[in-house]
């Protein structure tokens, strides 16, 4: 079974219309994160957790909400999707090794079209 | 700031033929660098990372990286390609204590010619 595992792995939904994408891991992992990746552009951080109570925002926060419900989930929310919020999403986990260079460990992504 | 240029968003070699993919940076601390890789449909996974110690970083599948400070370079190789290289490459940087935040490069993708 994957380590990361994100929900759904496809979306196609309307201009407006509330989403949540979720993510758990059974690496027991604290540190979680979520990227949104656009062709030619990398990936770029949205949010990101270093545990339940520790919630960051990072380069492209707005128009995203995030929930840390437990050490294994963490999920994305679009309050009102529009339509340059389609992209592929991903969310990573790491554990604290050396500070600034753990590993991340990646889910297969949830790709999301917003019409 | 940080950021990283990945210099070709495509490259093209032959099977059996030197890998080269290329990634400078700006930092304004040394760095920890990265290199991880996406294959088709799937998330990305670690190949290598220097975190400041020996400056030619070997990674998985072949690969190495070297760390160049006087270049603010860290470019990626591999020294025979094969079909399963075919993926899309990203480089990234992180400043370590100060930020624990990655930046990422736009990424190259590799194709592998028969």
């Known amino acids: 079974d994957a380590d990361v595992t994100q929900t759904p792995r496809n979306r196609i939904t309307k201009t407006g219309k509330r989403i949540m994408l979720e993510c758990s891991q059974t690496k027991g992992h604290d540190r979680m994160y979520w990227y949104r990746q656009d062709p030619g552009l990398g990936l770029r951080l949205i949010y990101y957790?270093?545990?339940?109570?520790?919630?960051n925002k990072g380069e492209i926060s707005d128009g995203y909400s995030v929930s840390r419900q437990a050490q294994a989930k963490f999920s994305l929310s679009l309050e009102s999707a529009i339509p340059n919020q389609t992209a592929l999403y991903f969310c990573a986990t790491s554990d604290l090794t050396l500070a600034g260079a753990d590993e991340q460990f990646f889910g297969p992504g949830t790709r999301l079209t917003v019409l | 700031a940080q950021s990283v240029t990945q210099l070709g968003s495509h490259v093209s070699v032959s099977e059996g033929a030197l890998v080269l993919l290329r990634c400078n940076y700006s930092?304004?601390?040394?760095?920890?660098l990265f290199w991880y890789v996406q294959y088709p449909n799937q998330g990305l996974q670690l190949l290598l990372k220097y975190t400041s110690a020996a400056t030619l970083v070997k990674g998985i599948n072949g690969f190495e990286a070297e760390f160049k400070k006087s270049e603010t370079s860290f470019h990626l190789t591999k020294p025979s390609a094969h079909m399963s290289d075919a993926a899309e490459y990203f480089c990234a940087v992180s400043e370590g204590d100060s930020n624990y935040q990655l930046i990422w490069g736009a990424g190259t993708k590799l194709i592998i010619k028969p």
């Open positions: 930092s304004s601390v040394p760095p920890y």
């Open positions: 957790s270093f545990d339940v109570k520790d919630i």
